[in-house]
């Protein structure tokens, strides 16, 4: 019978399950795994380059970042102590269980002065003494007995929560600013990109407008609360970054509430302006400086201090504090009160709360150890809900009470109005409640409360001069009052389900509910400005950080599949892989976890996501990445872990001394110079990962590192939450104090969620040594690519002999795959694996054909080249597509084939293979009808 030929070529399509592999298309594939279709080929999955490790610094003698000042050391002539553990007994500073120390950095302060620190980067102390950087253990005889100091940079390791834009009125691009679940810091777009600590509350300069007000001299520290699937939402708006890190799910209100302590008595008061009086405030915690927002007092004992902003000017002892109202008029005796708080702006009451916060800048520098500046940092934001604290005003079907707002699930500006979406509130007096299907709106205008006035908050002709805001903008104690017209609001949905996504598409903002679309309208009018109407009934929004904005509609993670939805219909846009999205993990908050990203320049969108693989119990973090190519709507999957994207502006790039710690070879580097994201100030695609790595996507093939190593023993490796898979590939390097280890390849076999085991080449040596720290894993990535199920003869009822394939792929230096053939139905055991000649005992004992395809061009040499490749000309060095060939004779009801990398390439250690470019661009091949299928 005739030879027929089967040509693919401009492939179009991706990953597609919903046909068996013999019904779909010649360019589609079952399986597509770390490799995707792209502009008619197939690309391995791109790599990525380290953009930073989030890290932090810590001194023991400053309060700023602890409230233990020193840490005593053993007796007895050992002198041992723990400097990651040994300072946190405070509420204040809590060093995470997984840090570790960054060598170089150290600076141990001990009687005399004598100072210790570790220039070798070893775990050597001079003039004597050890470290250990994983643990924090120290060691200095010389000292046994006495109380130390330390200073020191540190890798917190906590899971990266939010990569995002701030807009500086200082630069005309956004700035990034990146959340772990306890901290935030600013991220430099100059190179080396390093990022800094900035969880600190704003301290602003003394200023005529705030009258015997005096900055502190210490800056007081915050951190979040929020669990390990709590990712960040924020937003520009007015001059400042808004941000809540959401609510958890279910929702307990364990870790979310308002700042404030009871106010018990007011005295001294002097009327003003500027008035003045002292505060009864048990167990304050309040230091001269802090500004305080007060509420709720009877009028008969004090008027005119509700809804005032006030500033601490002297703290007499720890249950009373001297308080200003810089424009305010106070009247009344004064006197004990059954009612009345202060709301803490620049501290906090509770440091196992959060609440609404927003950020307009730096408190401090980039340097290490860093120099703060006055005016800029974190303020708690928790407005007023009602004008009065007696009102009968009901929100959203509440008890009575003042409410003040506290939380929130998504912020978004609309319409000249702050809108928070699944909002929390909270009075004096009781618990969080979460407001599932409401939305709290601000005032049109400014959403700031923080003033000081004279009168009656509620007059329009009342003058109210802001405090403890960001430059150039205004308040107004009034800007969520909910009771009065004009002010601002709230509107219920009215269904038993909570708002999870919101996006704005064109004018109007879509909503995704648990099973339900619908669309916010504004209507202009104050009494009522904004309306809801459903506009799909069937397919929701689960996953809050899913949602990405597109010109048609919005693309968000539903239980029931990826949708698109507009503003009249909705629809879902994988119905080439309909049972993927039933693949998400629902257990550990899988839904909640879920991240997406769109990257403008090569037009796809990344849904990281848990796995509910064979054994994802082990798993807690994200484990895979759907890529939807949405120009050509084409899917594939990617086996990595990130917990949050966001986007990067650099505005320096590479340089010659820097370009190699993106591409480390020539080799490697495989991206043009005029790639779209290298462009200065191009917004590229970041990711952050479970243990505080920041990478840069899509850059080349070669990957950067993205873990850290708590501890080596022999050939177990400790790695908290490291989200390997058994069968992994992985180089280590930078470990102290352990030999044999360093730029090895291995396989992992995965013990438990922090544990795994490794296995070297077949000359690989044990491990050995007391591991100190320093060590870091890079992941390599096997692509696994299988085509259709090829049934050329099934109409007329014969077998299919698969002969000589050509495939064009794109030239590298020295780079070699593995192509697999399967036969009849059977995708799991390729068929031309095994010894090459005939040899006894082996399934394939007259396998004669080499699975090597190469992607570099061939040798010319006969005595090097496997007899089953063709010859090329010497002209093929100059292209950057070659043909190759492969000659086999297999036969099967179908004939399928697969590309991937074999264990021997995995473990090439000149590493031609691991990271060299996989590209596709078609594939010839000739197949003749055979025997008859039965």
Not at 101 to 123: F, K
Not at 294 to 311: D, K, M, S
Not at 357 to 370: E, S
Not at 665 to 676: D, F, H, R
Request: with cysteine.
């Amino acid at each position: 019978m005739s030879t027929q030929y089967i040509t693919v070529g401009d492939i179009s399509k991706g990953l597609t399950t919903d046909r068996l592999p013999f019904n779909i298309d010649n360019d589609a594939f079952p399986v597509l795994i770390n490799a995707y279709q792209w502009r008619g080929r197939i690309k391995r999955k791109r790599g990525t380059a380290l953009l930073n490790r989030i890290k932090r610094f810590f001194n023991s003698a400053s309060t700023a970042y602890s409230s233990t000042a020193t840490l005593t050391l053993s007796g007895g002539g050992i002198g041992a102590g723990n400097i990651l553990s040994g300072f946190s007994t405070s509420s204040v500073t809590t060093l995470a269980p997984n840090a570790s120390i960054i060598p170089g950095s150290v600076t141990i302060t001990a009687p005399g002065p004598t100072l210790y620190t570790d220039p070798s980067m070893d775990g050597t102390l001079s003039p004597s003494g050890t470290i250990n950087y994983a643990t924090g253990a120290i060691v200095i005889a010389a000292q046994a007995g006495n109380a130390v100091s330390a200073q020191f940079n540190y890798y917190p390791t906590l899971p990266v929560l939010g990569l995002e834009d701030f807009v500086m009125a200082s630069s005309a691009f956004p700035g990034t600013i990146a959340f772990d679940d306890s901290y935030s810091y600013q991220v430099n777009t100059a190179y080396p990109y390093s990022s800094f600590d900035v969880s600190f509350y704003k301290n602003p300069a003394s200023s005529g407008s705030l009258p015997s007000y005096t900055p502190k001299t210490t800056w007081t520290p915050t951190t979040w609360n929020g669990q390990d699937y709590q990712q960040f939402w924020t937003t520009n708006y007015q001059g400042a970054l808004w941000a809540t890190n959401g609510i958890n799910v279910p929702f307990s209100g364990t870790n979310i509430g308002m700042q404030f302590n009871l106010v018990t008595e007011v005295t001294m008061i002097v009327p003003g302006p500027p008035a003045t009086a002292r505060l009864t405030i048990a167990a304050h915690g309040l230091v001269v400086g802090d500004f305080l927002f007060l509420n709720e007092f009877p009028t008969a004992t004090v008027t005119g201090i509700n809804f005032q902003t006030c500033y601490v000017t002297n703290v007499p002892d720890v249950t009373h504090v001297d308080v200003e109202f810089p424009n305010a008029t106070l009247g009344g005796a004064g006197g004990a009160v059954a009612t009345g708080i202060a709301q803490y702006l620049t501290n906090r009451s509770d440091t196992t709360k959060d609440c609404l916060r927003w950020y307009d800048g730096a408190p401090v520098n980039g340097t290490l150890p860093p120099v703060f500046s006055q005016g800029m940092g974190w303020v708690n934001f928790a407005p007023p809900l009602l004008s009065q604290a007696t009102n009968t005003f009901i929100i959203s079907d509440l008890p009575v009470g003042q409410y003040y707002l506290v939380g929130a699930r998504i912020i978004v500006p609309f319409k000249d109005r702050l809108l928070f979406f699944g909002p929390v509130v909270q009075t004096s007096s009781g618990t969080p409640k979460y407001l599932q299907d409401t939305v709290i709106y601000s005032q049109n205008g400014t959403p700031y409360y923080t003033c000081s006035f004279t009168g009656d908050a509620g007059l329009a002709t009342t003058v109210f001069n802001p405090i403890l805001l960001p430059t150039n903008q205004t308040s107004s104690a009034n800007a969520f009052w909910e009771d009065q017209v004009g002010f601002g609001g709230f509107i219920q949905l009215g269904v038993d389900q909570p708002i999870n996504t919101v996006s704005a598409n064109e004018d109007v903002l879509i909503l995704g509910l648990n099973t339900a679309q619908v669309r916010m309208v504004y209507t202009g009018n104050d009494a009522v400005p904004f309306n809801f109407f459903i506009t799909n009934s069937e397919l929701g929004s689960t996953s809050t950080f899913s949602a990405i904005n597109m010109d048609k509609g919005v693309i968000t993670k539903g239980s029931r599949g990826f949708v698109i939805s507009g503003q009249t219909e909705a629809a879902r846009i994988d119905l080439s892989i309909p049972d993927q999205v039933f693949q998400v993990a629902l257990t550990n908050n899988g839904t909640e976890r879920v991240t997406a990203q769109r990257d403008f320049i090569n037009e796809w969108i990344y849904f990281t996501y848990l796995s509910n693989q064979s054994n994802s119990g082990i798993y807690t973090f994200p484990t895979q990445t759907l890529l939807y190519n949405y120009r050509d709507q084409s899917w594939a999957i990617f086996d990595e872990c990130y917990t949050t994207y966001g986007t990067f502006r650099k505005q320096s790039g590479f340089t010659w001394g820097t370009v190699g710690e993106t591409f480390p070879t020539w080799g490697s580097w495989n991206q043009p110079w005029n790639a779209g994201d290298s462009t200065l100030f191009q917004p590229a695609v970041i990711a952050g990962n479970q243990q505080g790595f920041v990478v840069v996507r899509d850059t080349g093939t070669n990957e950067s590192n993205s873990l850290s190593i708590k501890n080596v023993s022999g050939v177990t490796i400790t790695c908290p939450n490291h989200c390997l898979n058994t069968g992994d590939y992985i180089i280590i390097s930078g470990c102290l104090g352990v030999s044999n280890i360093n730029g090895n390849i291995y396989s992992v076999t995965v013990v438990d969620i922090d544990t795994f085991t490794i296995l070297g080449g077949p000359n690989s040596i044990v491990p050995s040594g007391t591991y100190l720290g320093g060590g870091l894993i890079k992941r390599m990535y096997i692509p696994l690519i299988q085509t259709k199920q090829f049934p050329l003869a099934w109409g007329m009822g014969r077998k299919t002999r698969i002969g000589v394939q050509q495939y064009l792929l794109s030239k590298t230096a020295n780079g070699q795959i593995t192509l697999q053939i399967y036969l009849s139905q059977n995708a799991y055991a390729p068929y031309n694996n095994g010894p090459l000649i005939p040899n006894v005992n082996t399934l394939n004992d007259g396998l004669i054909y080499s699975s090597i395809l190469y992607t570099c061009p061939e040798s010319i040499n006969l005595g090097l080249t496997p007899a089953n490749i063709n010859l090329q000309t010497p002209t093929a060095s100059q292209q950057s597509q070659i043909w190759h060939r492969q000659n086999t004779s297999l036969i099967g009801d179908t004939v399928q084939l697969g590309f991937t990398l074999s264990d021997a390439q995995m473990r090439d250690t000149n590493f031609n293979n691991q990271f060299a470019e996989i590209e596709l661009h078609g594939m010839i091949i000739a197949v003749t009808p055979s025997q008859l299928l039965v």
